[in-house]
């Protein structure tokens, strides 16, 4: 897709923030003070307080609880999505319709015709859409791209992704299918960027409630393995669980006919204590940790992409792809059996 410059030359970028939660005050505050090229224009929460106070915080001059205002202004020229989930696909469309550039947090959408309207909204637009696969910008998960792009390693064989969240506290937030839609989304997306130019043929996957058998009878999974076919013969695994007591453990490995990369470490640095208790090191446990630099960079891409017209590195098919892995491995684990991408149905 080409996308169309947008704001004035020599001027940052005006962004408006919309959902003002967790993962978007750590993105405002990145518009506000990490990135040059870029600010913090509007922040847009339909929740009372909750867009004034983080525009407070931040000095920021127009805190909204009307979304659509903060579209309508002409002054904006990009908004970031970070909203719940079942929100991101209306949004994207009606920010592109609005003529902004969108960066939208993973997952774009939860539907496939939801995923298709929103690339359609974005293309129709013109505008750039870029989704929030932040393992892309972390700096061993590229570097292992490159080398496999390269050929380094030679054929892509045998792939793995695993995200173990360090707690199952309170399961409010959680609906059915979350481990797949949200959490392991990030691993089926990583799992493509290691095996560059395959594509996934076949999901099978397995799933239970092991933190939280309680939860259940609810539909609320909390630990999964998938198994994942590509079409150059690769095969890949992901798995999830959300009580890894130890920290916040991220993980990738891809195996190939002329050697190995390994990816991602849940210290928090390379120190090691030797003790009388024996040996120890100091664990993350909370994302923003982990991929601090990788979030911040996100965004100053798709602050370059949107200024300079190019297309941006994670597009909005780049997000269906993944979806159409998490919404295979629902139904496998619906059927108990395998799932052939071309012949998944709708969810």
């Known amino acids: 897709m080409t996308t169309l410059p947008a704001g004035t030359p020599g001027q940052p970028l005006a962004v408006g923030l ?25 922040v847009a929460d339909p929740a009372p307080g909750a867009a ?15 979304i659509g205002e903060l579209l309508a202004d002409p002054q904006i020229d990009a908004v970031v999505i970070a909203t719940p989930a079942r929100t991101h696909a209306d949004l994207v469309e009606a920010a592109a319709r609005a003529g902004k550039a969108v960066y939208c947090e993973k997952p774009m959408a939860v539907t496939l015709a939801d995923a298709d309207r929103a690339i359609t909204a974005a293309h129709q637009a013109g505008v750039a859409l870029q989704v ?23 054929t892509p064989q045998l792939l793995r992704s695993l995200t173990r969240d360090p707690k199952l506290a309170d399961p409010a937030p959680i609906r059915p299918w979350t481990i797949f839609l949200e959490t ?9 960027y290691l095996n560059p130019g395959a594509e996934p043929v076949e999901v099978f996957a397995m799933a239970d409630a092991l933190v939280r058998p309680d939860f259940k009878d609810r539909g609320l999974l909390d630990t999964a393995v998938v198994t994942v076919r590509f079409d150059n013969g690769a095969i890949a695994t992901a798995e ?22 390994t990816m991602g470490d849940v210290r928090r640095t390379h120190l090691t204590s030797y003790g009388p208790d024996g040996i120890a090191a100091e664990c993350v446990t909370y994302d923003q940790d982990l991929f ?26 780049d997000a269906r792809a993944a979806l159409s892995i998490a919404l295979a491995a629902v139904q496998s684990i619906t059927t108990n059996s395998p799932v052939l991408i071309d012949e998944l149905k709708e969810q």
């Open 18 to 42: 919309v959902g003002a939660g967790r993962m978007g005050s750590f993105h405002a505050e990145s518009l506000a003070h990490r990135i040059p090229g870029a600010r913090l224009a509007a």
């Open 52 to 66: 004034q106070r983080l525009a407070d915080r931040l000095g920021c001059p127009n805190a909204l609880t009307d």
């Open 132 to 154: 929030g696969f932040n393992r892309r910008y972390d700096a061993g998960f590229r570097a292992a791209h490159e080398k496999v792009a390269s050929g380094a390693i030679g």
């Open 184 to 192: 392991l989304i990030h691993d089926f997306d990583t799992l493509r």
């Open 240 to 261: 999830a669980n959300f009580q890894a007591v130890y920290g916040y453990d991220v993980r990738g490995e891809v195996f190939g006919s002329a050697g190995m990369l």
């Open 292 to 317: 601090h630099d990788a979030y911040v960079a996100e965004l100053a891409d798709f602050t370059t992409r949107v200024r300079t017209g190019t297309t941006p590195a994670v597009t909005g098919e």
